[in-house]
Nanobody
Framework: QVQLVESGGGLVQAGGSLRLSCAAS????????MGWFRQAPGKEREFVAT????????LYADSVKGRFTISRENVRNTVYLQMNSLKPEDTAVYYC?????????????????WGQGTQVTVSS
């Protein structure tokens, strides 16, 4: 069983930056594709970014492309989400997730494990 714990959320002004971290335990971290998703109040959970097992390949939602960067450190069992040029519409609970798959995934149902989430609030 894999456990995922997110951290790094908080309140930031528009245009600011935050870096989210997700620490994994209980499994072989390097065998999982990792993803970040977010869920705003009253909306469905949506894909943000995903990264391959080696970290060589990434994929982003159009809404965050050029502003967010996903990365991972397999030796630390951690995946990160660097968020720059934040906008009020980025306000949401951010979740990391792990998928036991060979290819990148963007659908929530394709992920096997989820963290509890961390709140990101961007004020205008």
């Amino acid at each position: 069983q894999v456990q995922l714990v997110e951290s790094g959320g908080g309140l930031v002004q528009a245009g600011g930056s935050l870096r989210l971290s997700c620490a994994a335990s209980g499994g072989t971290f390097s065998s999982f594709v990792m993803g970040w998703f977010r869920q705003a109040p009253g909306k469905e959970r949506e894909f943000v970014a995903t990264i391959s097992r080696s970290g060589a390949t990434t994929l982003y939602a159009d809404s965050v492309k050029g502003r967010f960067t996903i990365s991972r450190e397999n030796v630390r069992n951690t995946v990160y989400l660097q968020m720059n040029s934040l906008k009020p519409e980025d306000t949401a609970v951010y979740y990391c997730a792990a998928a036991g798959t060979l290819v990148l995934r963007i659908r929530t149902r394709e992920y096997d494990y989820w963290g509890q989430g961390t709140q990101v609030t961007v004020s205008s």
